[in-house]
Nanobody, 124 residues
């Protein structure tokens, strides 16, 4: 049984940085797409970023381009989200996801595995 376990997050002032991590256990997803979503209070869940398994192709949601960086270390079964130049609008619960086997990776219903979520709060 594959599990995604997240760490990182917390409270940071605007302009600051945070690093989120997502460790895969119970199986290998090294050839699968992985990514991050987020959900702010009162809003729908939003695609943040994704990264392919072998070629490390990356893409980002428009709201985080140029500020966030997704990466992965398949040897450590870990994916990361480096968040820089944070703004209050980045405040949300962040989720790591893996294996978009059921369709477009821009749709949350496509992903097979989800992490437990971690709160990121950016104060102004």
């Amino acid at each position: 049984q594959v599990h995604l376990v997240q760490s990182g997050g917390g409270v940071v002032q605007a302009g600051g940085s945070l690093l989120l991590s997502c460790v895969v256990s119970g199986g290998t997803l090294s050839t699968k797409w992985m990514g991050w979503y987020r959900q702010a209070p009162g809003k729908e869940r939003e695609f943040v970023a994704s990264i392919s398994g072998s070629t490390f192709t990356r893409d980002y949601g428009d709201s985080v381009k140029g500020r966030f960086a997704i990466s992965r270390d398949n040897a450590r079964h870990t994916m990361y989200l480096q968040m820089n130049s944070l703004i209050p609008e980045d405040t949300a619960v962040y989720y790591c996801v893996a294996d978009a086997s059921r369709g477009s990776r821009y749709r949350e219903t496509s992903w097979d595995y989800w992490g437990q979520g971690t709160q990121v709060t950016v104060s102004s």
